[in-house]
Structure formats: C-alpha cells, structure tokens
C-alpha cells in the first residue's frame, strides 16, 4: 500500500524523464505450426474414440471461430463438449452436443472424456473442475491441445500435439488440411462410439424428483428455458448452485449469450454484468439467473436498473441458503452448518418495489409459468422470487479427488462418498 498525501497530489513540477524506458509487449503467436496440424489431422483420421474438448478461448477468438469449430464438428460428426465458460460456441440443439463436462457436467460428457482415444481441446486449460484426479485423467487418450498461451500446454495434463496459436487461426488450417487429406473419418468406428454415448444419454442424469408442493431449482430452470428460448435472449448468473442448474438446463445456440463468473467464482458478478448486458443490448431480453445471498452481495444496482430504465430481468432461486456451501457441509461435515443458511432475508418484492421496481414472489410449482409471463411482459426491472427447495443438491457431481468417470448421481450415493484427501481440495 502506497499512501501520497493530499499536497503531493496536488502539486505541480517539472518532469525530467531518465530516458527510454525498457519495454516489453505480450506477441502472441496467432498461426498454428502447420506440421503439428497436420500431426492432428492423421490422429483425427485413426480415431475410433474421438471428442472434441472446448473452452472459452473458442469465444474470446471471436465469432469466426465459432463458426468454424461448427463447420469442423458438421463434418466430422465427432462428439463435443464444453467447459462452463465455452457454451454457445457450439449450439446446444446441435446433433453432435453431448453437454457440459466438469464436476456439474453431464455424465454422458465425462464417460465420454475418460473413455475416448483421442481428446482434442480447442481453447480449454484442464483446470481442476474438469480433470478430476489428474493422475486418472482420460488415461487411455492421445491428447492434443489448441491454445494462443503457451504456459497453459503441459501445464496440468500432458499432451501429444502441442498446438500454440489463436483457435480461429489454426481452426482454418485445421479444416483446410483435413478437406484436403479427403475428409477421413473411421466411420464404422465412429458409429460404434456414438452407440456408446447414447447409452450414456439413456441414463438421464439430469433428472430429479418432481414436486407438486414446492418448486424444484431444476424445475425452475426448465420452465424459464421453455419460455425463454425463442426470444432473443442473454443470460448472466451469480455464483452457486443456481450457475450451474443454468448450465445444465438451458440452452445457449450462439457465443456470448451466457456471461458468467467461470474463474473466479465472484459472488455478485450476474446483477452488474446483466446491466451491462442490457445496456449494450437495449431490444435484447437479459435475465440474471441468481441466488438470494450472491444477489445481495450488488442489490444496490437496483437503483441503476431503475435509474436507466433498463428493463432487466432478476430471477432468484431463493433456498435461504448458502447453497453450494451447504452441499459441501453435507457432504464433507455431516451436515453441521456454519453460516450457510440466512434468517433475515429482505422482501424482494418490497425492495424492488423500494426502488421503483417491481416484483413478485412464487411459492406453488402450478404458478411458475404465469410468474414467468408476468416478469417477461413488463418493460422495467423485475424481481422474480422463486421460492424453491431448501435442501436439494446440484448432480451429477464430480467429488473431489476422484476421477471424472466417478460421479454422484444423487442423494442416495452420498455417504462416504468425499474421503479425507479429497476434502482437502474443495
């Protein structure tokens, strides 16, 4: 901490420099070495296991290179799936999407992952919430990685084909040597994998017990995609349980649509970040899928939602809870709580109203959709409380220091499940 007193700062004087300064600029190297390329393509053609691994770096290249991981999916019929940061890059309704991987990814993307031959990540980093135990990571793949920075190659898993350069950039080269080496695939082969992940698919990881008496998060989610996802719609979220329930069940077909705290974790990014969102985008529908504790964390943007007339959407899934703590404190302490649950909540309806808002709160599962309509033709801020399940948990799970083939799919595989040194790594 540097401290300059007031005089300082407002002082005045004559700047004499010491001469040119020593400099140095990041040069990233934006073209793939044409060699490791074409090393890809000959696996690309052997393969009988094959999925394609994205990240946020697909994004951040931009939209080309959006488009050209499509074209090169189309074509090759190879499975893909995605980190939390990269949904929307490659379109949810697409017929090679297997979901989101990772420790709340689906279970047929992490079977998938640990059992394919050749794992091809295009602007992903292999952080801890995708690789499980790293020592058990896909141990039967060769491995190749696409990324503009070369610390992240190597760093965490080791790869076969190193490529370093920009995802747009060695996706076109990728896509040009493939056309022209004759589009190989091992099409028998491939075949007989997509019969494995269909049987994956059948488990329906995804689905929960329905309630008639309370709102299930799940439920929650499911309806706001069933009215949402024709309209031109962004989505931001909070940090929690509710970000994760929206990766898993709504639907993101375009890049940019979904902006969300993937690295930090920063409780209180979905409220500004849906401002922001709304503002670059004043026709476009934008909803900040929360929590009722990370929403708080920002309330007070409320008064600039209202100040600007911007008509953003807030859709609480209020459990009173702190809930990914309190899933973790029933998973790793026997279901002691440390201030996890919250007993002095404010009337979010009250508030909205406060600042010139409006709100409304839904408890019975049969008045969500008119809940949802009500919040969507209003052409000013909205707080929608959804009252929903104290106590459910967010699956599949990936514990921590297992392997991502090792996932919990639900309340009864729970005991025990955590051992003491993966509780070590939360």
Not at 61 to 68: D, E, H
Not at 81 to 99: D, H, K, N, R, V
Not at 107 to 121: F, G, R, S, V
Request: charged residues 20%.
């Amino acid at each position: 901490l540097i401290d300059i007193p007031k005089d300082v700062q407002f002082a005045s004087g004559t700047y004499t420099p010491k001469g040119k300064a020593n400099t140095g600029r990041y040069a990233p190297r934006v073209k793939g070495d044409t060699d490791a390329i074409t090393a890809l393509v000959e696996l690309m053609e052997k393969a009988e296991r094959p999925i394609f691994y994205t990240g946020g770096g697909v994004i951040n290249s931009g939209p080309g290179a959006s488009q050209l991981l499509r074209e090169l999916v189309g074509a090759t019929g190879f499975p893909i799936t995605s980190t939390l940061m990269g949904l929307g890059a490659y379109p949810a309704s697409g017929p090679e999407w297997i979901g989101m991987l990772g420790m709340h990814g689906l279970y047929e993307a992490n079977m998938a992952m640990h059992d394919c031959d050749l794992m091809i990540a295009i602007g992903a980093r292999f952080d801890d919430r995708i690789t499980g135990r790293v020592d058990a990571f896909s141990p039967g793949s060769q491995k190749a990685h696409i990324d503009i920075d070369p610390s992240s190659i190597n760093k965490v898993i080791q790869v076969d084909v190193p490529i370093v350069g920009d995802v747009g950039h060695v996706l076109e080269d990728l896509l040009r040597i493939w056309k022209a080496r004759g589009r190989k695939v091992n099409k028998d082969a491939l075949g007989q994998w997509w019969e494995k992940i269909r049987e994956w698919q059948a488990v329906d990881c995804l689905s929960y017990a329905p309630s008639d008496e309370v709102i299930k998060p799940q439920f929650a989610l499911e309806r706001l995609e069933a009215l949402t996802r024709e309209r031109d719609r962004y989505i931001t979220t909070e940090v929690g349980q509710h970000q994760m329930w929206a990766a898993q069940y709504l639907g993101f077909e375009a890049p940019n649509r979904l902006m969300t705290s993937g690295g930090l974790g920063t409780m209180g990014y979905g409220f500004p970040a849906s401002i922001g969102v709304q503002m670059a985008h004043p026709d476009a529908l934008v909803i900040n899928v929360a929590g009722e504790a990370s929403w708080l964390m920002n309330m007070q943007e409320l008064g600039t939602a209202a100040q600007y007339r911007l008509p953003v959407k807030q859709f609480i899934l209020n459990n009173e809870r702190l809930g990914m703590v309190r899933q973790w404190q029933d998973l790793l302490h026997g279901g002691r709580y440390s201030q996890s649950w919250s007993e002095s909540l404010p009337d979010f309806v009250k508030l909205a109203e406060a600042f010139g808002a409006r709100g409304r709160v839904v408890t019975d599962p049969a008045d969500l959709d008119a809940a949802i309509q009500e919040m969507l033709d209003h052409d000013g801020p909205f707080i929608l409380d959804v009252l929903v399940e104290k106590h459910e948990n967010c699956y599949p799970m990936i514990p921590s220091g297992e392997p991502h083939n090792k996932m919990l799919m639900g309340d009864a595989t729970t005991d025990g499940a955590i051992g003491a040194s993966g509780a070590t790594l939360v």
